[in-house]
Nanobody, 122 residues
Framework: QVQLVESGGGLVQAGGSLRLSCAASRTIFRSVAMGWYRQAPGKERELVATITTGDYTNYADSVKGRFTISRDGAKSTVDLQMNGLKPEDTAVYFC????????????????WGKGTLVTVSA
């Protein structure tokens, strides 16, 4: 069974930083793209960032230049470093996994974590 377990959420002031981490099952990590989606209160889930098995990255326009996604094959983890946080970044952040080239597309997520809450105060 594939498991994605997020950690690192919390409360931070605007302009601050947080680092999210996701531990994935070793059986799939090397063969799937990994990513982060988020869902703000009253809004639909949206793509934040993805990273392929070849370390190609893709970011939503709203987080470019502020967020950095990375993966560690030795630990089977994917991290999201979030700098310059804004109140509009407040959301539940979900770790995701899926096929290279599909993860950032609608319906392209094969596996979801349970999510971790990030709250950014003004």
């Amino acid at each position: 069974q594939v498991q994605l377990v997020e950690s690192g959420g919390g409360l931070v002031q605007a302009g601050g930083s947080l680092r999210l981490s996701c531990a994935a099952s070793r059986t799939i990590f090397r063969s799937v793209a990994m990513g982060w989606y988020r869902q703000a209160p009253g809004k639909e889930r949206e793509l934040v960032a993805t990273i392929t098995t070849g370390d190609y990255t893709n970011y939503a326009d709203s987080v470019k230049g502020r967020f950095t996604i990375s993966r560690d094959g030795a630990k089977s983890t994917v991290d999201l470093q979030m700098n310059g946080l804004k109140p509009e970044d407040t959301a539940v952040y979900f770790c995701t996994a899926g096929a290279n080239g599909r993860l950032s597309l609608p319906g392209g997520v094969d596996y979801w974590g349970k999510g971790t809450l990030v709250t950014v105060s003004a």
